[in-house]
């Protein structure tokens, strides 16, 4: 196999800002703020009537402000540039399946915790496939950002189309979310399930079939 492209970049500034007037990347993102962002957990410790300056929380501002960078690393990279890490093998026709793929993700409702795992069914097209740890690694860049499950998941099954022209994609997530676990109905051991569908997969009923029974193993 000898690979056709070999890229990887972070997002880039595109010369844009928001409304306030903050740049922003190629993502749509603008770069985090690490003196705003402790700023903001210190003032939100003393809207919850806490002590911001007690010896347990002198360096909890940094530290959050510090975990935000890798928690939303996402809002900085271009996920979908992990899959242009490409081979050539004329002889798979078949479909790929890469199962349980462990993924964390914030909800973007409550900012609290949601984690779980991913599965991906793809046809290569002409045999145009990609490294099993590049779909893990788009995966994970996409989840590390403000979303929703169902979003989420339409990211992951949209940059494998759109990077590897796949004859048809699958993307089925499962995730137990800490907004429903901790708070308001408190449904311990819940999990919600969200589904993409690309390409022959929405098209042929007996593909989409067979990839599900891949799928769920």
């Known amino acids: 196999m000898v690979p056709q492209t070999s890229s990887f970049r972070a997002a880039e500034p595109t010369g844009e800002?928001?409304?306030y007037g903050r740049p922003l990347n190629d993502q749509g993102f603008a770069p985090i703020d690490k003196p705003r962002a402790e700023a903001a957990v210190r003032e939100f410790l003393l809207a919850i009537g806490?002590?911001?300056d007690r010896e347990g929380l002198k360096g909890t501002p940094e530290r959050v402000a510090r975990a935000a960078e890798e928690l939303f690393?996402?809002?900085?990279e271009d996920p979908a540039a992990h899959l242009r890490r490409q081979f050539q093998e004329e002889q798979n026709q078949e479909m790929v399946v890469v199962r349980d793929i462990p993924f964390s993700s914030m909800c973007e409702h409550h900012i609290l915790p949601f984690e779980g795992t991913a599965s991906v069914c793809y046809i290569p097209r002409k045999g145009r496939i990609t490294g099993l740890s590049k779909i893990a690694r788009c995966v994970v860049g996409y989840g590390h950002r403000l979303q929703v499950q169902?979003?989420?998941?339409?990211?992951?099954?949209?940059a494998l189309m759109r990077e590897l022209d796949p004859l048809g994609v699958m993307v089925v997530?499962?995730?137990?979310h800490t907004?429903?676990?901790?708070?308001?109905?408190?449904a311990a051991g819940s999990s919600t399930v969200t589904s993409a569908v690309r390409g022959v997969f929405k098209a042929d009923s007996k593909t989409r079939e067979e990839a599900l029974r891949l799928l769920r193993g």
Do not use: H
């Not at 690393?73 to 900085?76: A, E, L, N, P, Y």
């Not at 997530?173 to 137990?176: K, L």
């Open 17 to 19: 800002k928001d409304r």
């Open 50 to 52: 806490e002590d911001p």
């Open 73 to 76: 690393g996402g809002m900085q």
């Open 150 to 158: 169902e979003r989420l998941t339409a990211q992951v099954a949209d």
């Open 173 to 176: 997530m499962q995730a137990e």
């Open 179 to 186: 907004c429903m676990t901790m708070r308001g109905v408190r």
